[in-house]
């Protein structure tokens, strides 16, 4: 099926007017069994995430090449015809800035759309930009105008309004088009494998590894310098947040803020008057939680010494200002000559990762998730650099 006829924008675009509604699990196997024969779908989703952990879905979009559906969770309680779908290998599942989304997949279906296309990395990719909204890239390249007006909708809400419903057709009945555009252009900069390694990445990081929180404490880089017994504190009162916030499915900052939780370490209360004091603890949190929190200072040391808390690294040493300048300049430089979003070639997390791993030995290596091209494109200069300013270390040691 030739996509750029079979899939018309200006027909999807059409059909969004009055998108046709999937509320039976019945309807959602029919449309599913003839979506598995297609060579792609475009898949967006509509949830709110105010007061919970978990976003809430509100509707699940798809455009297919006759039409703009919308598949009410709020209806529809079994999803294994779409579980089916999304890991037929065979059926492309483009999206735009999916990462939420996945999210959501995972939590809600146990399953994300592979393979997956993400329209939002394509334009990084052959330099249209880096984190690019729908709307810029649906002016640029198809002369339309988006309205985003209902970005803030109740979506939960039954039944929608003609608005609501056609601003959430829209958000998919665009994306086999933008696909078309993207593809040709990666094909003809021999780019495709390098979209299909980052659209895998993406897949591969949205499956949540540390459930528990127990790595979560890293996050808190101020804190590197604090003693033992209170960094194993923290490290066990983030933990502990995490878990509540997925049990209870509340936002984290209703256990505990962040301020709150860097205040309590600070100034380490014995008691339940004293953390009363702390102007960071709500009174809500005092009353639910406050012994729980003090239980957890008052183990530390223990704690510390059962199962001593992975140290938080340092702040780079100032010698590295000008020098991880050179190495983001090499990752520039190749970005500018591959013609990709300078921010795709290299992320700051790999150039810090990069760096870590080599201080004490000088043995650097380069970070997992820095995909296969990239490491092909700048590895081998990345790894030489750094051997040079070895060097230079070496001789103002």
């Known amino acids: 099926m030739d996509i750029d006829q079979s899939y018309s924008w ?58 703009c559906y919308l598949i009410d969770p709020l209806e529809i309680k079994d999803f294994s015809a779409l579980t089916e779908l999304f890991k037929n290998t065979s059926v492309l599942k483009v999206m735009h800035a999916s990462t939420e989304d996945l999210e959501l997949f995972n939590k809600s279906l146990g399953a994300v759309p592979e393979p997956l296309f993400d329209t939002q990395l394509g334009a990084a990719l052959i330099n249209w930009g880096f984190s690019m909204g729908l709307q810029r890239m649906l002016e640029q390249q198809l002369e339309v105008q988006m309205e985003k007006h209902e970005t803030t909708s109740d979506w939960l ?17 665009y994306l086999p088009a933008i696909y078309a555009i993207q593809k040709a252009e990666l094909d003809r900069q021999d780019k495709l494998q390098w979209s299909e390694q980052e659209n895998q990445s993406l897949l591969t990081e949205s499956v949540v590894d540390d459930e528990e929180g127990l790595s979560y ?23 502990w947040r995490e878990q509540q916030a997925r049990k209870r499915d509340v936002p984290r900052n209703r256990i505990l803020r962040n301020q709150a939780l860097l205040q309590i370490i600070d100034r380490w209360p014995r008691s339940i008057g004293e953390l009363a004091q702390l102007d960071e603890v709500k ?14 200072l008052k183990n530390a040391n223990e704690s510390a010494a059962d199962n001593p808390a992975e140290p938080i690294p340092r702040p780079l040493h100032f010698f590295w200002n000008t020098h991880l300048k050179r190495l983001k300049g090499i990752a520039r430089r ?26 004490d030995d000088g043995e650097y290596i380069l970070p997992a998730k820095m995909s296969p091209w990239r490491q092909e494109l700048i590895g081998h200069l990345l790894l030489d650099q750094l051997e040079e300013i070895d060097k230079i270390r070496k001789k103002g040691a």
């Open 10 to 67: 200006k027909q999807l675009v059409a059909s969004a007017e009055k998108p046709i509604w999937v509320t039976s699990s019945e309807e959602l196997k029919e449309h599913c069994d003839r979506w598995q024969k297609l060579p792609l779908i475009a898949i967006d989703t509509e949830f709110i995430r105010v007061e919970t952990f978990y976003p809430i879905p509100g509707l699940i979009q798809v455009a297919d090449e006759q039409a």
């Open 157 to 173: 809400q039954r039944p929608l309004t003609e608005s609501q419903e056609r601003y959430a057709a829209l958000d998919v009945a």
């Open 217 to 239: 404490y890293q996050r808190f880089t101020q804190m590197w310098r604090v003693p033992e017994h209170k960094l194993a504190a923290l490290r066990d009162l983030t933990a």
């Open 283 to 296: 009174k809500r949190v005092l009353r639910l939680d406050g012994e729980t929190i003090l239980a957890f």
């Open 334 to 359: 190749k970005a500018e000559e591959y013609e990709v979003a300078p921010e795709i070639m290299l992320r700051r997390k790999e150039l810090e990762q990069l760096v870590r791993s080599g201080m």
